[in-house]
């Protein structure tokens, strides 16, 4: 929640105003609704039928965050370049 001082963030998926927050992401409530995240009920017969349901889910967003670094690295290599005199 923000306070009185902070005023609220952007939603990271469009940009509305809020305060809500996700595990550290501004997101707007239609934004939230629209992510699809499975109930505890849904998660819980994932786990039942696949023990490993949450290390797969650990490395899986470990792959992510990999990928993502090297993207942005990138994109700011590109940046840079573009942006230094020649």
């Known amino acids: 929640m923000t306070s009185m001082t902070n005023p609220p963030t952007k939603c990271f998926n469009c940009s509305q105003k809020t305060d809500n927050t996700l595990y550290g992401f501004y997101v707007c409530k239609p934004c939230e609704e629209k992510i699809g995240l499975m109930s505890k009920e849904t998660i819980q017969q994932h786990v039942d ?4 349901f949450k ?3 650990q490395a899986k967003l ?3 965050e990999k ?3 090297r993207k942005k ?4 290599h ?4 573009t942006s230094s005199p020649q």
Do not use: R, T
């Open 62 to 64: 470990a792959v992510l």
């Open 73 to 76: 690295i990138k994109l700011l």
């Open 67 to 69: 990928d993502y670094a």
């Open 55 to 57: 290390k797969e889910a």
């Open 49 to 52: 039928k696949n023990k490993d």
């Open 78 to 81: 590109i940046i840079h370049q």
